[in-house]
């Protein structure tokens, strides 16, 4: 089955700063990467995706780079706000359908000093 | 409703009696999956549902986990005979019709606390 790294489990940076979040998988059946941002308290929500006919991916400050030869992806957050500080989650799906086929990674939790 | 809404919020329970978790998902949404977060744990899948059926059981941890389905909506995820291992918090998520790349949305979860 599939299997997500994800580093570092934990990130700190002062804000206006930008931080880069990794994450590794192991199936090169894998065609869809979300990434889910969870502040405390709260429920995960999607923030990003990525699927595997393109390399990067933007939004605002927000980017997504997908390397589907080395088999990883990171989220990129530049200028980074407090309201930044959360746990980000990345995911990756390999199944024709379905979140079913959704593997998480464990999680980075990043605190956005001021 | 609005979104995906789980109950109970927190559940104290003592080791040994039986829980039932409840999820009910974004109207229309056909697709319904159960996580469980453990702390420091990222999101570990337990089942997956397509309307009343459910393809993918590969996740439940064991059979005192078990989880039902009924007119394609509402969801419950029961614990038999509750260990302290299973103190988690429990999260739903649904999603349109199950596809590739569809968002999930999830519920606020339930704080499982095995006394």
């Known amino acids: 089955g599939e299997n997500v790294e994800q580093h570092p489990s934990t990130l700190s940076v002062q804000e206006g700063d930008s931080a880069v979040i990794k994450c590794t998988y192991s199936d090169s059946a894998s065609n869809y990467f979300p990434w889910y941002k969870q502040e405390l308290g709260k429920r995960p929500q999607l923030i990003i995706d990525i699927r595997s006919n393109v390399g990067e991916k933007k939004d605002q400050r927000i980017a997504v780079t997908l390397n589907k030869t080395a088999k990883h992806f990171s989220l990129h957050i530049t200028e980074t706000q407090p309201e930044d500080s959360a746990v980000y989650f990345c995911?990756?799906?390999?199944?024709?359908?379905?979140?079913?086929?959704?593997?998480f990674g464990k999680g980075t939790h990043l605190i956005i000093q001021p | 409703g609005a979104g995906v809404s789980q109950s109970p919020s927190n559940k104290v329970t003592e080791k040994g009696k039986d829980v039932e978790l409840r999820c009910d998902p974004i109207?229309?949404?056909?697709?319904l999956y159960w996580y469980r977060q453990s702390l420091g744990q990222g999101l570990e899948f337990l089942i997956y549902f397509q309307g009343n059926s459910a393809p993918d059981k590969s996740g439940l941890p064991s059979d005192r986990f078990s989880a039902e389905r009924t007119g394609g909506s509402v969801s419950t995820l029961t614990i038999q005979r509750t260990q302290q291992e299973d103190s988690a918090v429990y999260l739903c998520?649904?999603?349109?019709?199950?596809?590739?790349?569809?968002?999930?949305?999830f519920g606020s979860g339930t704080q499982l606390s095995v006394l």
């Open positions: 109207s229309g949404h056909t697709a």
């Open positions: 998520a649904s999603s349109f019709r199950g596809g590739i790349n569809e968002k999930l949305f």
């Open positions: 995911a990756a799906s390999n199944s024709g359908g379905g979140a079913d086929g959704l593997t």
